[in-house]
């Protein structure tokens, strides 16, 4: 699939994989919402949990990117993955061992716990829509310079149909950006389940993003066929 004669569109591949997991390291923490509100710090240890997450997502064959024909650079990808009941998230696993010595650890944790806080609405989301399984679009990214081309949108578009080629008749998605919910929620018919604001996420008793504004939220948003 070619967008305009400079970018096609490909199920992720394993010559697309060590790009695929530099794009997101790259601008995930520099641009994701969630990652600028907490104001995540880098550490070293993130590469490693970001390519065992990211390697683990691309061998299950639910992954698409945007390459570019020319320099056949990576520039968009849509990692996804299925979520089961009796299933822990492999990221969670590795991240939930907060120690001393692994300070990246609790800025993750402070990270998945936005994300817990936004699904709390809908805490057993397989009895609530009556599926034994869904899809689950996990992180996209879009090299900045190739934005305003519809490649988000595609990468979105692709997936859905390969969840519903799969069988699944759930799609759920942690929408942090404003793009993403825009392309969901007013593009594709998902439905929100739920919207929290920032400024409410609490971490152990404590509200760090009261800096931010009243208005951005993220939403928990899902789609049933």
């Not at 990576?74 to 991240?95: A, K």
Request: net charge negative; aromatic share 12%.
């Amino acid at each position: 699939m070619v967008l305009k004669n400079k970018v096609y569109f490909s199920a992720l591949k394993p010559e697309h994989r060590e790009g695929a997991v530099k794009l997101v390291l790259q601008n995930f923490l520099k641009n994701e919402p969630a990652c600028k509100h907490l104001r995540m710090k880098y550490f070293p240890e993130h590469d490693i949990h970001a390519e065992m997450y990211f390697n683990e997502m691309a061998d299950q064959g639910l992954s698409f990117v945007a390459v570019d024909r020319e320099t056949n650079q990576v520039v968009g990808v849509l990692f996804n993955t299925e979520y089961y009941p009796d299933r822990t998230n492999p990221l969670s696993e590795v991240l939930e061992k907060e120690t001393d010595e692994c300070k990246e650890s609790c800025e993750f944790k402070r990270f998945l716990s936005v994300y817990e806080q936004n699904r709390s609405v809908v805490p057993d989301i397989f009895r609530h829509y009556g599926v034994d399984r869904c899809f689950y679009f996990g992180f996209l990214c879009v090299n900045p310079e190739y934005s305003n081309m519809g490649i988000a949108t595609t990468l979105v578009k692709l997936s859905e149909e390969h969840a519903k080629s799969l069988g699944h008749r759930l799609c759920i998605v942690d929408a942090t950006a404003g793009q993403t919910k825009h392309i969901c929620v007013n593009k594709l018919g998902f439905n929100v389940l739920g919207e929290m604001k920032y400024k409410d996420f609490e971490f152990y008793g404590d509200k760090p993003l009261t800096h931010v504004n009243e208005n951005e939220t993220m939403q928990y948003v899902a789609k049933k066929y």
